[in-house]
């Protein structure tokens, strides 16, 4: 973001070059080595990807692990006005977005503006009412207190039982490249606005529009730590991260060996 408040978006993804989002800090892997995005139009390289490892993904997670305590206390209407601002800048850079996915990914700039980008601010809008009003049958759910799941108690010999729900921790979520900012968007309103934070492990494959929205959560005022990115292959940054001890939850989507893949890792 430059001093005026207007967020830097490029016209051509040539100008990005992504860094992993870590603790509300952009930042180049620890190896220093980096991949090459490729733009399917031309067949060029366009940009350069980090080539993250493990050191890279514990950053991230030990980052997500110390903002939990503050964000999953965070009332429900304090994050769903975050989730509002993040869906109003998307729209109002969806333009731009668009011109970058559609270079990235491959797909033409009109199914990116009028399909993929309305859904993107869509998922935080729904999600950050859902935060407020609820998902389902009870209003006061988000603001549930961080006690046992299952409480179990005997009142005049009858057995009653009440569900809570509470956040869980850090959540580790894993994107294909066919959507690469729309899967995110899906997974991170929802994870966010029920108090949990995240590591998100984009594909290497389409990584220019992730790298941009994390530009966008900073400048929506997205505390530090809630939502971090980390860029590179599923060997060598999303292997860790489906194994690292203090991921609670794995969001994946992707193909059918690979999930197959992370479930056993994820045990």
Same mark, same amino acid.
């Given at each position: 973001?430059?001093?005026? &408040?207007?967020?830097?978006? @490029? ?5 990005? /070059?992504?860094?992993? +989002? ?6 180049? @892997?620890?190896?220093?080595? +980096? *991949? ?11 940009? #350069? ?14 980052? #997500? /692990? ?16 975050? =989730? ?8 109002? +850079? ?14 033409? $700039? ?7 980008? @309305? ?8 999600? #950050? ?6 998902? $389902? ?16 108690? $005997? ?17 580790? *979520? ?12 899906? /997974?991170? #309103?929802?994870?966010?606005?029920? &108090? ?14 992730? +790298? *941009? =929205? ?17 860029? &590179? ?6 292997? @860790? =991260?489906?194994?690292? /001890?203090?991921?609670? *939850? ?18």
């Amino acid at each position: 973001m430059n001093k005026s &408040g207007v967020l830097n978006i @490029p016209s051509d993804v040539s100008e990005i /070059k992504v860094q992993n +989002y870590i603790n509300g800090q952009w930042c180049p @892997p620890t190896t220093n080595k +980096y *991949l090459s995005g490729w733009n399917p139009t031309t067949g060029q390289q366009s940009y #350069a990807i980090p080539d993250s490892n493990n050191v890279d993904v514990d950053n991230a997670v030990r980052a #997500a /692990k110390s903002a939990f305590p503050m964000w999953s206390t965070t009332s429900p209407e304090e994050r769903a006005a975050i =989730l509002n601002r993040i869906a109003d800048l998307i729209d109002q +850079y969806a333009d731009e977005l668009a011109v970058i996915e559609s270079q990235d990914q491959g797909k033409t $700039v009109f199914s990116a503006r009028t399909a993929d980008l @309305p859904l993107c601010s869509g998922y935080f809008r729904q999600f #950050a009412k859902c935060a407020v009003e609820g998902f $389902v049958e009870a209003k006061s759910r988000m603001n549930a207190p961080c006690t046992p799941v299952a409480v179990t108690q $005997v009142e005049n010999s009858v057995l009653q039982s009440t569900t809570q729900h509470i956040p869980s921790g850090v959540a580790a *979520l894993i994107t294909p490249w066919n959507f690469p900012m729309l899967m995110i968007c899906e /997974k991170l #309103a929802p994870c966010i606005a029920v &108090g949990n934070t995240c590591v998100v492990k984009p594909t290497e494959i389409t990584s220019a529009t992730p +790298y *941009l =929205l994390t530009l966008i959560l900073q400048a929506a005022g997205l505390p530090k730590g809630v939502a971090n990115f980390v860029f &590179g292959t599923g060997v060598n940054a999303g292997e @860790p =991260l489906v194994k690292h /001890k203090d991921i609670r *939850l794995v969001s994946f989507t992707g193909g059918c060996v690979t999930g197959a893949k992370i479930g056993a890792m994820a045990g």
